[in-house]
């Protein structure tokens, strides 16, 4: 393949996918010829700073390869870590690219917009010498892990949710119900559902003493900022009753400690905790794709961890992402979204009426029923897997990836898991020997994050 005068090769190509351009065999090709020093700082909440050191390449004839590389890390490192603040340091002109990108009528605008939204300050570009580069500064916290007490832990999907009751530490009750989220745009659907499965569970118990929720989305202080689950509810009303909607709904319960966080970083903490280790990447293929990450000292770092929005397709003609905008992002490869993009190119037609879940449904259970060419759905998304956790661990230093969701249930999981192995193993040996890629068994795959996320709050 060649790609801006960068050529590279794909010895595994997804078999229903092959014009994809891993990002990671991109960034490689790219990266060997590379010799001026770049970083790209990006500045969050509480003056929490990441800088990503990197290289771009001197020509005039790598001009366009190096907006184009910068532009895909910049997006990426938005996504994973997070910031209002990004300052491109060692390169003027490209700076000042990245800037006509994330400016108002800009191709990046979306994404500005959200950053700006998610920590309450405008969003900005700005250029400095790489020798005037920032400092980092990090503040990963230790959450989680609690087990003491009578606890909810609750599970909010975007086709179910799902809600544990759990007694110090064992969980004595859990239960999976079918919603439509983001279907729905009235809050108080929403709402009801949630308090539902918290009385649910409460009823299962002699008494409450906290509530820890797991959902798509991103959350500060347990109030919501962006999530796919309310799409449909209209801005104003968003304002009024889902800020705030999961602790409302505790309140329905009782005055009692509460966190929401992330479904991905819940992900990653069940990980750490059937584990008893650290370096933790959960990925969460569902509705969306949700990432969340453990660090060395088994903290969750405050990084947003939204990978549903990282690029990892960098072909310009990738899959188009209708919220965002933008090509090529990772909900598209890594949920169900991309089952439904795969289904008819092994001749699965799928009625339009149904949900996205439902839609689901169907592939597996044409999985389930022996048709040899669905393998094939499964088999490419491995590969995009494979290929994308060599992109991902640019940023993330792992020991283990977690896989969960609906996605990976059943044999679907077992298929993408071995082709994921497979492909870093012939592509990426050096990464290869560094993961250990696996799965939960069934049970924890489907219900785990709720036990988990009632680990959330301490109480008292």
């Not at 351009?21 to 929490?48: D, I, T």
């Not at 959350?219 to 009303?237: H, M, Q, R």
């Not at 750490?272 to 969460?284: E, F, H, K, P, R």
């Not at 990978?307 to 899959?319: I, R, T």
Request: hydrophobic content about 40%.
């Amino acid at each position: 393949m060649d790609l801006y005068n960068i050529a590279f090769e794909v010895k595994n190509a997804p078999v229903l996918d092959k014009t994809f351009v891993p990002a990671a065999k991109f960034c490689q090709a790219f990266l060997k010829g590379a010799e001026k020093p770049l970083a790209v700082a990006l500045e969050r909440n509480g003056g929490c700073t990441y800088v990503f050191e990197t290289k771009v390449r001197a020509g005039a004839e790598f001009e366009e390869a190096n907006r184009y590389y910068v532009d895909r890390m910049v997006k990426a490192l938005l996504w994973c870590v997070g910031g209002f603040k990004v300052t491109v340091c060692g390169d003027e002109k490209l700076a000042a690219h990245i800037k006509s990108l994330y400016c108002e009528g800009g191709e990046r605008e979306f994404d500005a917009d959200l950053m700006s939204n998610v920590y309450g300050k405008p969003f900005e570009v700005n250029y400095a010498s790489y020798e005037d580069r920032p400092a980092v500064k990090e503040n990963a916290q230790s959450l989680g892990r609690h087990l003491d007490g009578c606890r909810i832990g609750f599970d909010a999907g975007g086709s179910d949710r799902k809600v544990s009751a759990v007694i110090n530490g064992e969980s004595v009750y859990s239960e999976e119900v079918v919603w439509q989220p983001k279907i729905t745009a009235d809050p108080s659907y929403h709402f009801n559902e949630i308090v539902s499965a918290f009385k649910t569970a409460a009823s299962k118990m002699p008494k409450v003493d906290a509530i820890g929720i797991s959902s798509a989305g991103i959350y500060v202080d347990n109030e919501t900022k962006i999530a796919s689950l309310f799409l449909k509810v209209p801005k104003g009303d968003f304002e009024k009753y889902v800020k705030d909607i999961y602790i409302r709904a505790g309140k329905e319960i009782g005055d009692i400690p509460l966190v929401v966080c992330n479904d991905g970083d819940v992900t990653a903490l069940a990980g750490a905790m059937s584990l008893d280790d650290t370096n933790i990447l959960g990925i969460a293929m569902g509705t969306s794709e949700a990432g969340g990450y453990v660090d060395g000292n088994g903290n969750i770092t405050g990084w947003l961890n939204e990978l549903a929005f990282a690029p990892c397709d960098f072909q310009p003609e990738g899959s188009h992402d209708e919220w965002s905008g933008d090509i090529g992002c990772g909900v598209k490869y890594f949920s169900q979204d991309a089952v439904i993009k795969l289904a008819p190119r092994v001749g699965i037609e799928l009625d339009a009426a149904l949900s996205p879940g439902d839609k689901l449904k169907v592939v597996q259970n044409a999985l389930k029923d022996g048709n040899l060419e669905v393998e094939k759905i499964f088999e490419t998304i491995g590969a995009y897997l494979g290929h994308t956790l060599a992109f991902y661990a640019l940023v993330y230093d792992m020991k283990h990836v977690l896989l969960m969701g609906r996605v990976t249930s059943g044999r679907g999981g077992d298929i993408i898991l071995e082709k994921a192995r497979e492909v870093m193993r012939n592509e990426y040996p050096d990464v290869c020997g560094k993961i250990n890629l696996q799965l939960p068994d069934e049970k924890s795959r489907r219900v785990g994050q709720s036990v988990a996320a009632a680990s959330l709050p301490e109480i008292g």
